[in-house]
Antibody, heavy 119, light 110 residues
Framework: QVHLQESGPGLVKPSQTLSLTCTVS??????????WHWIRQPAGKGLEWIGR???????FYNPSLKSRVTISRDTTSNQFSLKLSSVTAADTAVYYC???????????WGQGTLVTVSS | QTVVTQEPSFSVSPGGTVTLTCGLS?????????PSWYQQTPGQAPRTLIY???IRSSGVPDRFSGSILGNKGALTITGAQADDESAYYC??????????FGGGTKVTVL
């Protein structure tokens, strides 16, 4: 059973860079027909897809965030990461990492981590 | 920018049937968009109900079913129960590696 866990600062100042890491256990991020995603949810609002990295390191991003987002992976640590630059209050949200199984299913999610952008 | 539309809210009586839909601003939803449906209760991560249009996730009751209805993806709850009261999100693949979530539908059972 794969397990995903987000970690990172819960408070980021405006204009700075938000950095989160997703640690994966029970499965390798560099093998299998899987893709590793970041998704966020502002309080009381819907889910927003941020982007993903594949097992071979290829990334795709939400066009509305693309200029500010970088997703990378560390296969040694079995982690993948999110960096979102130039943050504003609008980036305050619960951030989830999730595994996509290649058959159409975001089948495993982290518990989510709240990131607040505030001075 | 592609927008995925869902009804903001629905109310259903216990034992009743409700169909939620998932539309696409750029045209029709088809199986090539791999529409999937997730259930989310407050404070929890989303849980898969249906993926790839109509495949029910393991452990999901068969009162949940997925389909394409007209030009939209659809989630039908047949025989709604009190614990079906949740937010439901669809997500579709729009190509070029990009996924888009709908705004979610809040279902009330009363």
């Amino acid at each position: 059973q794969v397990h995903l866990q987000e970690s990172g600062p819960g408070l980021v100042k405006p204009s700075q860079t938000l950095s989160l890491t997703c640690t994966v256990s029970g499965g390798s991020i560099s093998s299998g027909n899987y893709y590793w995603h970041w998704i966020r949810q502002p309080a009381g609002k819907g889910l927003e897809w941020i982007g993903r990295v594949s097992t071979n390191g290829i990334t795709f991003y939400n066009p509305s965030l693309k200029s500010r987002v970088t997703i990378s992976r560390d296969t040694t640590s079995n982690q993948f990461s999110l960096k979102l630059s130039s943050v504003t209050a609008a980036d305050t949200a619960v951030y989830y990492c999730a595994r996509f199984d290649g058959y159409g299913d975001f089948d495993s999610w982290g518990q989510g981590t709240l990131v607040t952008v505030s001075s | 920018q592609t927008v995925v539309t869902q009804e903001p809210s629905f109310s259903v009586s216990p034992g009743g049937t409700v169909t939620l839909t998932c539309g696409l601003s750029s045209g029709s939803v088809s199986t090539t968009h791999y529409p999937s449906w997730y259930q989310q209760t407050p404070g929890q991560a989303p849980r898969t109900l249906i993926y790839n249009t109509k495949i029910r996730s393991s452990g999901v009751p068969d009162r949940f079913s997925g389909s394409i209805l007209g030009n939209k993806g659809a989630l039908t709850i047949t025989g709604a129960q009190a614990d079906d009261e949740s937010a439901y999100y669809c997500v579709v693949y729009v190509g070029n590696g990009i996924w888009v979530f709908g705004g979610g539908t809040k279902v009330t059972v009363l």
